[in-house]
């Protein structure tokens, strides 16, 4: 049985592990995640950003925010981070109950005695400014991403608009839909009724934009 597929649920006494209590609370919906999606019921998985940021924010740019909270995450004690073989791995200080038999992890535990302080995601000891940089760098990272995906949304070019009077009622009668300039009632009130439509129309998007200015300026902060 994979240990992905145990159904774990979080309880109110694993909010109050210390672990999550102590974590920024920008980096609980990834501890969240990391219960639940991205390990296994034994609360391990690889270190990949990039496939954390897939099981937990999907079809969003997270990897540079999961640098930044596994780094907070291992500072408040929720999780370690050790290697194996040359892979790096992290595993849950307090990983969800779960029935577990039959459920095999694919990783093997934390060694014992692995340094409470925290890591360069290379392995190496870092100094507090240097985890400061690192999530700088995580951060413009992300930044960079956002503004690339801004960029392209901008590069687009829109679809043309449907022309209005494509959608208006006939010129004319049933006799003459298109009109016609000797005098004919019917085609008259065919024309009053079509021009109304377009004025009505019209006015419909002028008040649908002044609307839209009216939100936004609303929700400026003073």
Same mark, same amino acid.
């Given at each position: +049985?994979?240990?992905?597929?145990? =159904?774990?649920?979080? @309880? ?9 209590? /102590? ?45 930044? !909270?596994?780094? +907070? ?10 290697? !194996?073989?040359? &892979? ?5 200080? #307090? ?5 577990? *038999? ?8 934390? $060694? ?5 302080? $925290?890591?360069? +995601?290379?392995?190496?000891?870092? @100094?507090? /400014? ?26 687009? @070019?829109?679809?043309?608009? *449907? ?11 049933? &006799? #003459? ?22 004025? =009505? ?7 649908? /934009? ?6 936004? &300026? ?5």
């Amino acid at each position: +049985m994979s240990t992905r597929s145990v =159904q774990r649920r979080i @309880s109110a006494a694993d909010l109050d592990f210390v672990g999550y209590l /102590r974590a920024p609370h920008e980096a609980k919906p990834t501890a969240i995640g990391l219960w639940t999606k991205a390990t296994d019921v034994a609360g391990r998985c690889l270190l990949v950003p990039e496939l954390i940021a897939a099981a937990i924010y999907p079809g969003e740019a997270a990897t540079g925010l999961v640098v930044r !909270h596994v780094l +907070m995450l291992e500072e408040s004690g929720f999780l370690v981070r050790y290697d !194996h073989e040359g &892979d790096e791995l992290v595993a849950l200080l #307090h990983p969800l109950r779960a029935d577990k *038999r039959g459920a095999v992890s694919d990783y093997p535990p934390p $060694p014992r005695g692995i340094p409470r302080n $925290p890591v360069a +995601m290379e392995g190496e000891r870092v @100094s507090a /400014r240097e985890r400061a940089e690192a999530r700088v760098r995580a951060e413009q990272a992300e930044r960079e991403g956002e503004w690339a995906a801004w960029r392209e949304r901008g590069e687009r @070019s829109a679809p043309p608009r *449907r022309p209005l009077l494509l959608d208006a009622p006939p010129i004319g009668c049933t &006799d #003459h839909p298109n009109g016609r300039r000797a005098d004919c009632g019917p085609c008259g009130t065919a024309r009053r009724q079509h021009d109304r439509w377009v004025a =009505q129309q019209r006015y419909t998007e002028q008040l649908t /934009r002044w609307e839209e200015e009216s939100d936004a &300026d609303d929700a400026k902060p003073w």
